[in-house]
């Protein structure tokens, strides 16, 4: 607090939102997994992919997928899964279906009450891995 009584926030401890990273603008590890845990019900109610998922492992999926996010949007936590590629060749997913997973996880954004930028951002990043995704 200076003389005045004004307080200085320029040298405040905690980082303005518009400087913070994806991962702090979604609140974090716990927030990442509440969307996650929308996204899995998204994906195995959606007619369109649910039968990607009846073999998978829903606690391996779920933590594999928030790592991703954790790592991707800039948090502190590693991500120890395979590549995109690698975990999608064979698969031979469709157009359809990658539209499928993006429009299941903007509607989980919304459920969260996400921001518009940060929709924007994992639309973008999730467009971003469509090559090592789709047709492969």
């Given amino acids: 607090m200076s003389m005045d009584g004004a307080v200085d926030v320029s040298a405040s401890s905690e980082t303005p939102m518009k400087d913070a990273t994806l991962y702090q ?3 974090g590890r716990k927030r990442i997994e509440d969307i996650v845990e929308i996204i899995w019900a998204n994906h195995t ?3 369109l992919i649910k039968q990607r998922y009846v073999r998978s492992n829903p606690t391996e999926v779920k933590r594999l ?3 991703m996010c954790c790592a991707g949007f800039g948090g502190p936590e590693a991500y ?3 590549d995109m590629k690698t975990t999608h060749t064979g698969m031979n997913i469709n157009e359809a279906e990658f539209i499928a997973v993006c429009d299941d996880v903007l509607d989980a954004l919304d ?3 996400v921001g ?8 973008c990043i999730l467009y971003s891995l469509k090559p ?3 047709h492969l």
């Fill in 111 to 113: 459920k969260c009450s």
């Fill in 65 to 67: 997928v928030t790592e």
């Fill in 45 to 47: 109610s959606n007619p």
């Fill in 80 to 82: 120890t899964g395979k």
């Fill in 116 to 123: 518009q930028r940060e929709r924007d951002e994992i639309l």
């Fill in 132 to 134: 090592d995704i789709v």
């Fill in 25 to 27: 603008r979604l609140g």
